[in-house]
């Protein structure tokens, strides 16, 4: 009897254990990588730069991307990237999939290419034709 007690409460803390985890799993996840915003009326691009981009090339302060561009830049050039008009979808691709100074790399299983097209998108529709 007493050894299915131990075992019965060693279940119920693995259980919750892993409940924890995955409710933390799940809050980062949808926390860092996905935004609230509805997108609504906006093109895809920027709905999945709003998702993917804007926690570090957002506007506000701590936005470490843009911090680093202003640093980079000295206001030459935007430190927001969607006011930029000097931008390719090809460097746009390379600096997502590569990474660049404190920027990782995303796989495609993180971004996939698609969203990655309608980033680029967004990101080169201010340049010149």
Known sequence: MKKVGVRLAV???LLFAAR???????S?????TKS????????RGYVQYQNYCSMCHGEGPGKPGTLALQAKYKGAEPA???????????LVKTFVRNGVSI???FRKTEISDADLDA???????????
């Open 11 to 13: 279940a119920l803390v």
């Open 20 to 26: 924890v985890v995955s409710a933390q799993e799940a």
């Open 28 to 32: 980062r996840s949808s926390s860092w």
């Open 36 to 43: 609230t915003t509805s997108g609504e009326g906006q093109p």
């Open 80 to 90: 927001l990237l969607d006011k930029r008009t000097d931008l390719t979808p090809q």
């Open 103 to 105: 920027m990782p790399f």
């Open 119 to 129: 980033i680029a998108a967004y990101l080169t529709r201010n340049n010149k034709q």
